[in-house]
């Protein structure tokens, strides 16, 4: 089988693009006139494994949707296949996107779709773009019929998770820039301001206090060998970077975050809020649960909370039930197991679950809301602590002096 590259013409007048595989050129235009489509020009094109794997079988240069980009293309597809045919609504989009790497991505959908397959196998062309989970409630939409209603909620989905990206990285903005500024005076203090003053002193021939003495060698420590210490973070970066890398290390590395007892608490609300709405959204769906739950438990990065996804999903499929098997698993919120225990009971799960997802999502916000409002205040004081010593060793000797001249 060979791989032609095609412009036509659709019924409706539309050009198209594309690429369809057959024995030769007469076959590949036999194939395009069944679709019903006008051949204007056809070539011999790349293999598809060509045109799938970059030079060197390397894919760093493959072009791959953000977040922010896979959200709003979600949400345009929603709203276009409720009033047009899903050809037409990826055509429209391809037009009006402005980023080139993203054109590319839905032309290969859209082309996928016209040569007559599913959008689920269309998508899965893009892996790194559309993932399983993504994938997998778009092939339950179009097997029950539902696809402009799954793509609503997948919409949905998306951005809320996007608005608690965005909320999150808005509240470690401001304490992060700070910390950064207040790390940078430090040392611009210690490795500039103290090293002048303290030829000053050198003459005096004076004792000088032991808070002076002591500013005074962390300085030259942080003159003489700031090398070293640049030398000894790195490697304490990458061999913590390869001990994690081991599963054991990382699975007792990521139970002690959970522990933790700010950080912790962040962690596993964050992860029940976003498990507890795409459970809610699949549900809804007709999605199997079990599925869901492997599909999810796929996106998780807390290897801790990862293996308790796991052994929630083999319980289900022992015959248990999910409010069980979270409580079992000993790692989620309270609230979230007795409201899906309330769910499976009233058989409502779907809707339980989206409440508690909110419930969960507002207790983030007012928890991060209230640790930025106390961290803000804590760097400031600590970066006055340090500053304040600083100026006071090297005032303490002025003040000596000048006791001494006044004697």
Known sequence: M????????????????????ATDMEAARAALNRKRLYVVRIDPGATPQARTRPLFGLELGRPKMSGKQLTLFTRQLATLNRVSPLEESLRTITRQTEQESVRAIVQTVHTAVVEGRRLADAMAREPKSFPPLYRAMVAAGESSGTLPQIMERLSTLLERQAEIRGKLLTAMAYPSVLATVALGVVLALMTFVVPQVVEQFDTVG???PLLTRVVIGLSDVL????????????AIGVGAWAALRQPPIRLAFDSWLLRVPLLGRLLRDLHAARM??????MVASRLPLLEGLSLTAGTI?????????????ESIRGGGSLSAAMRRAGVFPPLLVYLAASGEAAGRLDEMLERAADYLEREFDRFTATAMSLLEPLIIVIMGAIVATIVLSILLPILQLNTLAGQ
Do not use: C, P
């Not at 060979?2 to 595989?21: C, K, M, P, W």
């Open 2 to 21: 060979a791989d032609f590259d095609y412009l036509a013409i659709d019924t409706r007048g539309n050009e198209t693009r594309g690429h369809v595989s």
């Open 206 to 208: 004076q004792e000088l």
């Open 223 to 234: 003159v003489g060998w700031w090398w070293l210490m640049l030398l000894t973070l790195i």
């Open 276 to 281: 507890a709405r795409t459970l809610s959204t």
């Open 301 to 313: 990065h807390n290897r801790r909370l990862k293996a308790a996804s796991d052994e929630i999903t």
